[in-house]
């Protein structure tokens, strides 16, 4: 076990390119529902939260001994007992998550790509090459997360680089005071949208520890909502408030207007293809997640290719019968699946936090009184 160590910098990374799966469809969409063409200030409003959850997942995971992981925090902040049902809670949640996000993709392949192909041949393919990664170790796919999130990262900084010239102020200005509920509404489906970060957290037992981690982490969080920033003033500033709630996937659109005559045509192609990368960075996170958290709670035996079976069969199932059309779907993932991680990926998590930190606090006092009298 010692053997399949990662550095925190691939935790990272492999989450930032997972989380870019859910992005391009919730983005700006969901948010422009709240705050209409001021929701490109939404990853500006979620930020004080983004921070607060990095806080709580780094700092309480940072305060317990090497090998734990968020598992182990919820232990000991609520109790054994508690703790583990909690974690049950996470592992079927996870596993859903799975499902859902797996038939998610699918469906985004048949409206960009192939319109007339069935539906359960992608599902099929994604479940295989899902449960192909999630048999491996996980310090191999922290290695292959780090080239997803390079290549994913390049190529979606540079296509909104030239995508600005497309942007129209009157997209996006001018903003009131009076638009500041909404775009902190819209602040929040952001935060729900990084609650993803939980089930990096659950696999953090594999990760080494240096010092000065905790700066990477605020650091991760800055660039994380500069890039969320950036693309939701390209996709809001380009189409309109009233044409990206129309649209199902704004990026892809917005990048149809990027080419040189002569050098390369048809980006949106390329970009296309390449979002499957992000797909199997989120859907692999998931499934080793599953892994960690079953380890915990039935031994390590389940926490290798055992756990991982157990975890994509329940997301095939799922995928395949348990899930509603593309448009139910839809709203599933904006409403019921976005509350959840709020409060599973965010509230949970910073209660934790708080109450290891009042426990330690306390057992200081306490330890400073005995002193005394003795």
């Not at 996870?94 to 469906?107: E, Q, S």
């Not at 319109?115 to 099929?124: D, E, S, Y």
């Not at 509920?181 to 594999?206: K, Q």
């Not at 990368?277 to 892994?291: K, Q, T, Y």
Request: proline share 3%; aromatic share 12%; net charge positive.
């Amino acid at each position: 076990m010692d053997q399949d160590k990662i550095a925190c910098r691939q935790l990272l990374a492999l989450l930032f390119a997972g989380l870019l799966s859910p992005m391009i469809q919730l983005l700006p969409g969901h948010t422009v529902e709240f705050a209409g063409r001021g929701a490109f200030l939404a990853p500006l409003a979620a930020l004080p939260g983004i921070l607060a959850l990095g806080w709580a997942l780094e700092g309480s995971i940072a305060s317990l001994p090497r090998g734990s992981g968020m598992a182990q925090v919820l232990e000991q902040a609520f109790g054994r007992w508690v703790g583990r049902l909690l974690t049950g809670v996470y592992l079927v949640w996870a596993a859903v998550l799975l499902g859902l996000n797996l038939r998610w993709a699918a469906f985004r392949f048949l409206a960009t790509s192939y319109r007339n192909a069935p539906l359960t041949f992608f599902i099929v393919v994604l479940l295989l090459m899902t449960l192909w990664l999630g048999l491996g170790k996980f310090s191999a796919f922290a290695r292959a997360g780090e080239i997803f999130f390079f290549a994913l990262g390049a190529v979606l900084v540079v296509t909104l680089v030239f995508s600005l010239s497309q942007v129209r102020a009157e997209g996006l200005l001018p903003v009131w005071t009076e638009d500041v509920p909404g775009i902190l509404r819209s602040g929040g489906a952001v935060l729900s949208l990084t609650g993803y970060s939980v089930f990096a957290a659950f696999c953090a037992g594999g990760v080494t520890r240096r010092p000065n981690e905790g700066k990477r982490t605020w650091k991760w969080a800055l660039g994380y909502c500069a890039v969320l920033t950036l693309f939701q003033v390209v996709c809001i500033g380009s189409f309109g408030e009233d044409l990206v709630q129309r649209m199902d996937i704004p990026y892809f659109m917005a990048v149809k207007g990027i080419g040189v005559e002569g050098a390369f045509q048809r980006v949106e192609s390329l970009v296309i293809a390449l979002w499957v990368l992000a797909d199997l960075a989120l859907l692999g996170l998931l499934v080793f997640a599953c892994r960690s958290m079953l380890g915990y709670l039935r031994g390590t035996k389940w926490s290798g290719r055992r756990g991982g079976i157990l975890a994509v069969g329940i997301a095939g199932m799922v995928a395949l019968v348990w899930a509603p059309d593309a448009f139910q779907l839809a709203a599933w993932m904006r409403n019921a699946v976005a509350w959840s991680l709020t409060v599973l990926g965010w509230m949970v998590p910073l209660a934790a936090a708080v109450v290891l930190m009042v426990r330690k606090k306390y057992d200081k006092r306490y330890k400073r009184k005995e002193d005394g009298v003795s």
